[in-house]
């Protein structure tokens, strides 16, 4: 009995043995077949050419600051209470214009009494010059001492002196009468109103802003590459999202405000420095004509500067880049095989992007989706020309 035990035993070892062996041969086949079928396997992908292009540098900026160089407050030259503004808000105002009139009860009493104070000193003046030329035709005959000659030409000079402090005096107090007149500091628009009649104010306080605004700058700092899309008398169109269109200062619009379809032009003014010296980074300031009123001096978020200069550049679609950075694509070899691929690129227009180095005319770039794409691939690729 022992002897059929142990034959069975070894038996079902045996069975074991080849079943475990079996199942790892399996195994082995089928990863063998899934490796060959993924090695084989052909990906059906979208791909473009690198091509020569004419592009036109697009810029997506987060934020762009307009700015105009006539802005001033007309401000408060003396103390004194508000009683009267002779110009509404958004009123056209010239230099010097009229804007607002104080009063300082103290100003007119001040020149009252330098206006008695002149008159005093004109009797002085007049009572010294009679004695002067007196004791001058005196001297002349040898009748008077040159001591008595002396004091009445120093009397007359004090009393001259006198006459011109007292005049200073009443002056400085015209000056300040005059200067109950706040008037407008430039050419341009009443922007806001700081203070209104009735309000007391001291010298130094700003009643109202006064600005133009139909010309607005703006500047720009770009990498080389990018600057050379704009130059000096160049037009740039400008984009904004139609939350942009709000008026800070409740001006109005001299022209109809189409929203996101308006269309905003400005001209370069300045490139420093200058496209003649060699640099890194380049700061353009652009200017506006903004004559419609449709913008103004704020910060704006979102906007799309287009450069209307266009150059002759190797291009490949925009959404060939595998990542942010713009310095990698997927390249298919003359096998029908993939490889990522370093490029250095330089400015895009929002479809295509201009390719330095990395590529040459011709070369094939897959575009869409990059999800489980690695070297060694192979593809079969439909081209977006096709």
Same mark, same amino acid.
């Given at each position: 009995m022992k002897k059929y035990f142990y034959a069975g035993i070894v038996i079902i070892l045996l069975v074991s043995i080849a079943l475990v062996g079996y199942g790892a041969y399996l195994n082995y086949s089928d990863e063998n077949q899934i490796t060959r079928r993924m090695e084989e396997r052909v990906l059906h992908l979208a791909g473009a050419k690198a091509t020569v292009r004419n592009l036109r540098a697009t810029l997506n900026m987060d934020t762009i600051k307009l700015y105009s160089e006539e802005m001033a407050d007309a401000t408060a030259l003396i103390d004194g209470r508000i009683v009267a503004w002779h110009v509404d808000k958004n009123a056209k105002v010239s230099k010097g214009s009229l804007l607002a009139t104080l009063v300082n009860d103290q @100003?007119?009493?001040? @020149? /009252? /009494? !330098?206006?008695?104070?002149?008159?005093?000193?004109? !009797?002085?003046?007049a009572q010294a010059a009679n004695s002067y030329h007196r004791q001058e035709r005196l001297m002349a005959k040898n009748a008077t001492s040159k001591e008595k000659y002396e004091e009445s030409q120093a009397q007359y000079l004090a009393a001259q002196e006198g006459l011109n402090e007292a005049k200073a005096q009443r002056e400085q107090y015209l000056v300040q009468n005059e200067r109950q007149e706040v008037t407008a500091p430039l050419d341009g628009e009443v922007l806001i109103i700081y203070r209104r009649e009735g309000s007391y104010v001291q010298g130094g306080t700003p009643l109202a802003l006064v600005g133009n605004f139909e010309k607005l700058l703006f500047a720009l700092t770009l990498p080389d590459e990018d600057a050379k899309y704009f130059q000096i008398g160049s037009t740039v169109s400008l984009k904004m999202p139609i939350t942009s269109w709000a008026k800070a200062y409740d001006t109005e619009f001299a022209a109809g405000n189409k929203g996101i379809d308006e269309k905003i032009t400005a001209v370069v003014r300045e490139v420093s420095p200058p496209p003649s010296q060699s640099a890194g980074v380049r700061r353009l300031v652009c200017e506006i004509d903004n004559s419609s009123r449709l913008l103004e001096p704020l910060t704006y978020n979102g906007v799309i500067v287009e450069s209307n200069i266009s150059r002759q550049c190797l291009t490949v679609p925009l959404e060939a880049m595998v990542n942010s950075d713009h310095n990698a694509v997927f390249v298919v070899n003359s096998d029908k095989t993939i490889e990522k691929r370093k490029v250095d690129t330089g400015t895009d227009d929002g479809k295509n992007i201009e390719v330095y180095s990395g590529l040459k005319g011709g070369d094939v770039v897959i575009v869409g989706s990059f999800e489980g794409l690695k070297d060694g691939i192979k593809v079969d690729i439909t081209l977006q020309e096709d």
């Open positions: @100003i007119a009493l001040q @020149i /009252q /009494q !330098a206006t008695s104070g002149v008159r005093k000193a004109e !009797a002085v003046m």
